[in-house]
């Protein structure tokens, strides 16, 4: 599992967040898992080649060979 990333203006403790209501109440958004300083991961798109074995610089074998065969299956 990936370590957890923060903005670098977020305050050291909680308690000095816009967002904390004191000790009983907590957090209004939730906890960590929903703070307002928490660095998402970008989500990057898939690709046809990803998981592929043969992918590879400089050229992508498995990409090629997806399109010859759809190419000539539409052709037959």
Do not use: A, H
Not at 6 to 14: F, G, I, S
Not at 29 to 50: A, I, K, M, Q, V
């Amino acid at each position: 599992m990936s370590e957890v990333k923060y903005e670098e203006d977020r305050p050291k403790d909680c308690r000095y967040c816009y967002f904390w209501s004191g000790k009983k109440k907590g957090c209004d958004l939730g906890g960590e898992e929903n703070c307002y300083y928490r660095l998402r991961p970008e989500e990057t798109p898939r690709s046809e080649c990803d998981g592929c074995p043969y992918r590879q610089e400089p050229k992508c074998v498995s990409l090629c060979m997806k399109k010859i065969l759809k190419d000539w299956k539409e052709k037959q």
